[in-house]
C-alpha cells in the first residue's frame, strides 16, 4: 500500500527555520516525483515545487522560487520542505502529494504555525 | 501560469439532485504526448485531497460512479448524478500539464 507519512504540527516565531518532512513507503520512493502544495487557512490548494528523488531534480513555482528549499534523501524515502525565515504568512496546512503530472497519493498535512 | 476558474464557487444542491462544476482554463491543457492532464479532486472538511477523476473523464478505483469528468481544450466539468450527504466537500480541478502545475480556486458543496 502507497503511504506518504508526513511530520507532526509546528508551532515556530518569526524569523524562525524550519524543515518539515514526508516519507514514503509501499512503492518504489525514488523514481517518483513528489511534490508540496500549500493551503492557507480556509483558502485554496497552491502547488509549490516538485522533486525527482532519484536525481533530485527539483522544480519550483516562480511564487515560491527563492522562499523555501525541497529536498530528498532516496536512503531513507524521504522528502523535506525548508523554510530558514519564517513568517506569520507561512502559518498553513502543507502537503506532500505523489506525482509529476498527475497526483494520486497524498500525506495527511503538516500544520505550520508561525506566530510571535 | 496557466489560471484555472471553476464555477460555481458555492454550490447548495438537495440531496438525490445532480450537481455540476465547471473548469475553464486560460492555455490548453492537451500535452504533447496526446494526454490531457485535466483532474478533479474531492477534500472533505479537515481531510487531505483525494483524487476523483484522472487524465479528463478516468474515475479512480473506489469512486462512485456517480461522479463523472467530462471537457477538452479549456473547458471542463465535474458532474455529480445524484448527490448524497457523503459529498459534501470542497473540489478542485488541476491541471499537470503546464509547469507551474495549478488548481482552481474550488468549488465548496453544501446540501440545501
Known amino acids: 500500500e502507497v503511504q506518504l507519512v508526513q511530520s507532526g504540527t509546528e508551532v515556530k516565531k518569526p524569523g524562525e527555520s524550519l524543515k518539515i518532512s514526508c516519507k514514503g513507503s509501499?512503492?518504489?520512493?525514488?523514481?517518483?516525483?513528489i511534490g508540496w502544495v500549500r493551503q492557507m487557512p480556509g483558502k485554496g490548494l497552491e502547488w509549490m515545487g516538485i522533486?525527482?528523488?532519484?536525481?533530485?531534480?527539483?522544480r519550483y513555482s516562480p511564487s515560491f522560487r527563492g522562499q523555501v528549499t525541497i529536498s530528498a534523501d532516496k536512503s531513507t524515502s524521504t522528502t523535506y520542505l525548508q523554510w530558514t525565515n519564517l513568517k506569520a504568512s507561512d502559518t498553513a496546512i502543507y502537503y506532500c502529494?505523489?506525482?509529476?503530472?498527475?497526483?494520486?497519493?497524498w500525506g495527511q498535512g503538516t500544520l505550520v504555525s508561525v506566530s510571535s | 501560469d496557466v489560471v484555472l476558474t471553476q464555477s460555481p464557487l458555492s454550490l447548495p444542491v438537495t440531496l438525490g439532485q445532480p450537481a455540476s462544476i465547471s473548469c475553464r482554463s486560460s492555455?490548453?491543457?492537451?500535452?504533447?504526448?496526446?494526454?490531457?492532464?485535466l483532474h478533479w479532486f474531492q477534500q472533505r472538511p479537515g481531510q487531505s485531497p483525494r483524487r476523483l477523476i484522472f487524465?479528463?473523464?478516468n474515475r479512480d478505483s473506489g469512486v462512485p460512479d456517480r461522479f463523472s469528468g467530462t471537457g477538452s481544450g479549456t473547458y471542463f466539468t465535474l458532474k455529480i448524478s445524484r448527490v448524497e450527504a457523503d459529498d459534501v466537500a470542497s473540489y478542485y480541478c488541476?491541471?499537470?500539464?503546464?509547469?507551474?502545475?495549478?488548481f482552481g480556486q474550488g468549488t465548496k458543496l453544501e446540501i440545501k
Open positions: 488541476m491541471q499537470g500539464t503546464h509547469w507551474p502545475h495549478t
Open positions: 509501499g512503492y518504489s520512493f525514488a523514481t517518483y516525483w
Open positions: 492555455q490548453g491543457l492537451l500535452s504533447s504526448d496526446g494526454n490531457t492532464y
Open positions: 487524465k479528463v473523464s
Open positions: 522533486i525527482y528523488p532519484d536525481d533530485s531534480d527539483t
Open positions: 502529494a505523489r506525482g509529476l503530472s498527475t497526483v494520486d497519493h
